[in-house]
Every structure is written in structure tokens, then in C-alpha cells.
């Protein structure tokens, strides 16, 4: 599939050929795609205790600078709540407070509250991922996240990850490339 040395010494096949391992958002947001990109999408099981990036990378050789962090950040303006997610290097860490808060337009910005989070994607913690968000969420993506061959991310699980190109991701509904998200 193309997706080594992201996946390290997990064994992808493709995505939608194991939707048990992935969250149902997570199914619909890939059969959505041209059937090319779907396709490009693989996925693995994993030990779901080890679903945690660094904890990750370390058991399965995958390289931290090919693994990228999914996170819910929220704030509000004139009494509407706003919601983006953010895709970053785990290598960096998004830039809540500067570029997101200026991008949803929001006074201050902070990460979402896990329940609120788990319950509004319909994903695990741990697990939450570009694919499947609600419908007018922006997706940030980091430049530099769409540049990298290929990536691995949440698949909305912890039992599992996603391995894709990179620049799957700026194909998602409500996404949107920005340099210097991840710091």
C-alpha cells in the first residue's frame, strides 16, 4: 500500500475492508472518498493500551515524526460554540492560543473536554481522527502533515490506527491546510 516507514511493523490491509476496526463515523467518512483515496487508507489493529502516541511509536517502530495527533479544540463567540480539529505532527503541538484561535475567530480557544469530545465525534479518546467529523467542524491540517508519504492517525478506536498519505487529509470534508499549526 505504500505506507512504510509510517507503519512501522504494522501490517495495514486496506481500510474498508475491516470496518470492525474502525469508529462508524469513521466508515462513512471513508466510503465518501473517491474510491482511489479510500483505497490508500490502511489500517491495523493494535493493543488498545498502547493507543497513546509515544507509548504507540515505541511498541511498533513507527517514527514520531510520521505519527499525527488528532485534538478537539473549542471556544466561543457571541454565545455560539465553535469547534475545529487540529492535525499535527506528533513531533509539534498545535498552536491552540495563535493560529486556531484567530482561525475560528474566538477570544480565547482550549482543548475540548474529553466527554464532550468522545460524545460530539462519536469516537473513543485516544482515538479520534480526521475521518468522520460532524458536519461543519474545520478540519486544521498542518502543512507539514499533508506534505509527509504517508501518516498514521486515530481510526476512531484505541483498538486500532489508520496509516494514510499525508495528503489524504486535504480531502476531508471542512479541511483546511495551514502552515505553522504545529509548533
Given at each position: 500500500m505504500g505506507l512504510e516507514?509510517?507503519?512501522?511493523?504494522?501490517?495495514?490491509?486496506?481500510a474498508l475492508d475491516r470496518p470492525?476496526?474502525?469508529a462508524g463515523p469513521v466508515?462513512?467518512?471513508?466510503?465518501?472518498?473517491?474510491?482511489?483515496l479510500a483505497a490508500s487508507?490502511?489500517?491495523?489493529?493494535?493493543?488498545?493500551?498502547?493507543?497513546d502516541t509515544a507509548a504507540f511509536c515505541e511498541a511498533y517502530s513507527s517514527p514520531l515524526e510520521l505519527s499525527a495527533n488528532?485534538?478537539?479544540?473549542?471556544?466561543?463567540?457571541?454565545?455560539?460554540?465553535r469547534f475545529a480539529a487540529c492535525v499535527v505532527l506528533a513531533t509539534t503541538r498545535a498552536d491552540v492560543n495563535g493560529v486556531v484561535r484567530k482561525r475560528i475567530d474566538v477570544r480565547k480557544a482550549s482543548f475540548a473536554p474529553m466527554d464532550l469530545a468522545v460524545e460530539l465525534t462519536g469516537m473513543e479518546y485516544g482515538g479520534i481522527t480526521p475521518?468522520?467529523?460532524?458536519?461543519?467542524w474545520a478540519v486544521l491540517v498542518d502543512a507539514a502533515?499533508?506534505?509527509?508519504?504517508a501518516v498514521v492517525?486515530?481510526?476512531?478506536i484505541r483498538g486500532s490506527k489508520l496509516v494514510v498519505p499525508g495528503s489524504v487529509l486535504d480531502r476531508l470534508p471542512g479541511a483546511e491546510a495551514l502552515e505553522r499549526l504545529g509548533r
Open positions: 516507514p509510517a507503519a512501522g511493523t504494522l501490517e495495514p490491509v486496506p470492525d476496526l474502525l466508515v462513512e467518512a471513508l466510503k465518501a472518498l473517491p474510491a482511489d487508507c490502511g489500517v491495523a489493529a493494535i493493543d488498545p493500551d498502547l493507543a488528532c485534538v478537539v479544540v473549542t471556544g466561543s463567540r457571541s454565545g455560539e460554540q475521518f468522520g467529523l460532524p458536519v461543519g502533515v499533508l506534505a509527509a508519504p492517525v486515530g481510526s476512531g
